[in-house]
């Protein structure tokens, strides 16, 4: 093993260390964004409504997932080097200036802005990996290429949940000084031959986009992009639900009296008032992923791509569903478990059963437009965490009817803490109490059954268009 390490060369690793930083940055504020922007301004939050959230995590992120068949255009253009360097730059101010933001269209143009600058950086580290591995080493290289990721995103969120200093503003700043380390280790990235062309970049874009109309002319292709779709309106209800869902209705004391127990640096750091923080638990999955990937993928490695598409997307849904399913954190965390196994097996077989079903000349062509389905699953994502959770589960809309069918009055100006505390006092109930008589009332945990119900349309899609409309033709 060692002596495949010795032939990765030097940008290699110091690509793979870039990734690293950015995604520990991305994932240090991405984690704790949703409960950012709809939690109580007493808390350093934004009291966004959950349909806000909604609009500006899923068409913002959906547009950074679109971009990258610009920008990487861009990059082999201008060249790796500097592109990274520009959206460095970009990270850093987007950064700063995002806490700054508290109206929702400062705060959605300036989350726009950030997304440019990951657009920027999504083509090119992944490029670099593909352009300094060959076919002995690319399987290792592009397994310590997602382990980097994986890496990133489970320890930014303990990085910033530990030093935010009771402001979620700090989260911001804390990843601004992660991501400017970058500045550094770019000084080392020495840049792999291109695809570099005599065209300007109009006449780039002009041919990417009629490369990637050419590829939608084929309508299994298309049905293929669609039902993937699904999948990831689904996934990503991983950033934009769950850490508020737990944040609403989960009781995570259990949690916290564990590592109370065995460790209480980890309750004080990441816990208060008896709770733990909502992110902690979700960032389960990530820590799940980096213990079980590789028994996973050893696994399923000689399953056919489309089978552990179908399974990984099955698991995946139930395991989704049933995190939304109950008040019991261990549930909960068991349900993150399931997920994760689905996650594992289903996530990474797209791009290789996307280069199956291509024609053998257009392979390139087709594997461009993986980020269709990216893209809309965001929007799809951010409609389902934002409209439908706000009708279906939002304790903040629950407290405001119970206390209107109860006859009480709610003065204007009331932030979404002081209705809630405020309800609490003409109940004479506690906050758990209150949040339990919720539950049973009116049942926001009916919010997994749309979960499910789009995971399993994806799921049921996806075997109906192998199965049939493939094996047809």
């Given at each position: 093993?060692?002596?495949?390490?010795?032939?990765?060369?030097?940008?290699?690793?110091?690509?793979?260390?870039?990734?690293?930083?950015?995604?520990?940055?991305?994932?240090?504020?991405?984690?704790?964004?949703?409960?950012?922007?709809?939690?109580?301004?007493?808390?350093?939050?934004?009291?966004?409504?959950?349909?806000?959230?909604?609009?500006?995590?899923?068409?913002?992120?959906?547009?950074?997932?679109?971009?990258?068949?610009?920008t990487g255009a861009i990059a082999d253009a201008w060249g790796y080097k500097r592109v990274l360097i520009l959206?460095?730059?970009?990270?850093?101010?987007?950064?700063?200036?995002?806490?700054?933001?508290?109206?929702?269209?400062?705060?959605?143009?300036?989350?726009?802005?950030?997304?440019?600058?990951?657009?920027?950086?999504?083509?090119?580290?992944?490029?670099?990996?593909?352009?300094?591995?060959?076919?002995?080493?690319?399987?290792?290289?592009?397994?310590?290429?997602?382990?980097?990721?994986?890496?990133?995103?489970?320890?930014?969120?303990?990085?910033?949940?530990?030093?935010?200093?009771g402001s979620y503003k700090t989260i911001f700043y804390i990843s601004a000084g992660i991501i400017s380390l970058?500045?550094?280790?770019?000084?080392?990235?020495?840049?792999?031959?291109?695809?570099?062309?005599?065209?300007?970049?109009?006449?780039?874009?002009?041919?990417?986009?009629?490369?990637?109309?050419?590829?939608?002319?084929?309508?299994?292709?298309?049905?293929?992009?669609?039902?993937?779709?699904?999948?990831?309106?689904?996934?990503?209800?991983?950033?934009?639900?769950?850490?508020v869902f737990i944040h609403q209705w989960v009781d995570t004391s259990l949690v916290y009296d564990f590592f109370?127990?065995?460790?209480?640096?980890?309750?004080?750091?990441?816990?208060?008032?008896?709770?733990?923080?909502?992110?902690?638990?979700?960032?389960?999955?990530?820590?799940?992923?980096?213990?079980?990937?590789?028994?996973?993928?050893?696994?399923?490695?000689?399953?056919?791509?489309?089978?552990?598409?179908?399974?990984?997307?099955?698991?995946?849904?139930?395991?989704?569903?049933?995190?939304?399913?109950?008040?019991?954190?261990?549930?909960?965390?068991?349900?993150?478990?399931?997920?994760?196994?689905?996650?594992?097996?289903?996530?990474?077989?797209?791009?290789?059963?996307?280069?199956?079903?291509?024609?053998?000349?257009?392979?390139?062509?087709?594997?461009?437009?993986?980020?269709?389905?990216?893209?809309?699953?965001?929007?799809?994502?951010?409609?389902?965490?934002?409209?439908?959770?706000?009708?279906?589960?939002?304790?903040?809309?629950?407290?405001?009817?119970?206390?209107?069918?109860?006859?009480?009055?709610?003065?204007?100006?009331?932030?979404?803490?002081?209705?809630?505390?405020?309800?609490?006092?003409?109940?004479?109930?506690?906050?758990?109490?209150?949040?339990?008589?919720?539950?049973?009332?009116?049942?926001?945990?009916?919010?997994?059954?749309?979960?499910?119900?789009?995971?399993?349309?994806?799921?049921?899609?996806?075997?109906?268009?192998?199965?049939?409309?493939?094996?047809?033709?």
């Amino acid at each position: 093993m060692s002596s495949i390490f010795k032939k990765f060369p030097r940008t290699f690793w110091v690509a793979n260390t870039i990734e690293l930083v950015e995604r520990f940055a991305w994932y240090g504020f991405f984690m704790l964004f949703a409960n950012y922007l709809t939690q109580s301004p007493e808390f350093g939050a934004l009291g966004f409504s959950q349909s806000e959230k909604g609009w500006l995590m899923g068409v913002g992120t959906g547009i950074l997932y679109f971009l990258p068949v610009i920008t990487g255009a861009i990059a082999d253009a201008w060249g790796y080097k500097r592109v990274l360097i520009l959206s460095f730059l970009i990270y850093v101010s987007a950064f700063l200036l995002l806490p700054m933001m508290t109206s929702f269209v400062g705060v959605f143009l300036m989350y726009l802005y950030l997304a440019l600058g990951a657009a920027l950086f999504k083509p090119i580290v992944s490029a670099t990996v593909a352009k300094t591995t060959n076919s002995e080493t690319a399987s290792i290289g592009f397994g310590i290429f997602y382990m980097m990721v994986n890496f990133g995103a489970f320890l930014g969120p303990l990085c910033t949940m530990a030093n935010n200093n009771g402001s979620y503003k700090t989260i911001f700043y804390i990843s601004a000084g992660i991501i400017s380390l970058n500045f550094l280790f770019v000084l080392f990235y020495n840049e792999p031959k291109r695809n570099e062309t005599s065209q300007n970049i109009i006449e780039v874009f002009k041919t990417t986009f009629r490369n990637i109309a050419e590829a939608l002319t084929d309508v299994r292709f298309v049905i293929f992009l669609v039902l993937v779709s699904g999948f990831w309106a689904m996934y990503h209800q991983l950033f934009y639900t769950l850490p508020v869902f737990i944040h609403q209705w989960v009781d995570t004391s259990l949690v916290y009296d564990f590592f109370n127990g065995i460790c209480p640096w980890i309750t004080k750091t990441y816990g208060e008032n008896g709770q733990m923080q909502s992110e902690f638990i979700t960032n389960f999955d990530a820590m799940f992923i980096i213990l079980f990937q590789i028994i996973i993928s050893s696994l399923v490695m000689r399953t056919k791509a489309i089978n552990s598409m179908i399974i990984g997307f099955l698991v995946c849904s139930i395991g989704m569903a049933l995190t939304l399913l109950t008040q019991n954190v261990i549930f909960t965390i068991i349900a993150i478990f399931v997920f994760s196994v689905g996650e594992m097996m289903g996530s990474p077989k797209i791009t290789e059963y996307i280069s199956q079903i291509a024609p053998k000349d257009k392979v390139a062509l087709y594997m461009g437009c993986s980020f269709i389905p990216v893209f809309l699953g965001n929007i799809g994502a951010g409609i389902i965490s934002g409209n439908v959770y706000a009708s279906v589960a939002d304790k903040e809309r629950m407290v405001r009817d119970l206390l209107l069918d109860k006859g009480l009055s709610i003065s204007d100006g009331l932030t979404k803490n002081q209705v809630f505390v405020k309800a609490c006092k003409e109940l004479s109930m506690t906050k758990r109490e209150l949040t339990n008589y919720l539950w049973e009332t009116y049942h926001p945990y009916n919010i997994w059954i749309i979960i499910l119900s789009i995971g399993l349309l994806a799921t049921l899609g996806l075997i109906i268009y192998d199965r049939v409309l493939l094996r047809k033709n």
